[in-house]
């Protein structure tokens, strides 16, 4: 069993930086795709970011240019570097690994946003 845990969200003003963290307990299969998603209130989740084993990348058009996904294979870790942050970036953050076998969820960690 893997398990995820998110780090680092929190509160900060428009047009700030925030990274976030998502640390597995371990890694089983060498090919896995990790990936945040996020949910604000009253809507669907939603795929942010992307970044596979090998480090291919893809992002939600809404946070291209923006936000960075980036991963540590050796510490069974991903990042999300958000710069310029916006109201609509508000919702809680969830990382998720989907392996040969299987899909991890994190817990979520909660980014607010204020104009």
């Known amino acids: 069993q893997v398990q995820l845990v998110e780090s680092g969200g929190g509160l900060v003003q428009a047009g700030g930086s925030l990274r976030l963290t998502c640390a597995a307990s371990?890694?089983?299969?060498?090919?896995?795709?990790m990936r945040w998603y996020r949910q604000a209130p009253g809507k669907q989740r939603e795929l942010v970011a992307a970044?596979?084993?090998?480090?291919?990348?893809n992002y939600a058009d809404s946070v291209k240019g923006r936000f960075t996904v980036s991963r540590d294979n050796a510490k069974n870790t991903m990042y999300l570097q958000m710069n310029s942050l916006k109201p609509e970036d508000t919702a809680v953050y969830y990382c998720?690994?989907?392996?040969?076998?299987?899909?991890?969820w994190g817990q979520g960690t909660q980014v607010t946003v204020s104009s």
């Open positions: 998720n690994l989907v392996d040969l076998e299987n899909t991890y």
């Open positions: 371990k890694i089983i299969s060498s090919y896995n795709v």
């Open positions: 970044v596979t084993s090998g480090g291919a990348t």
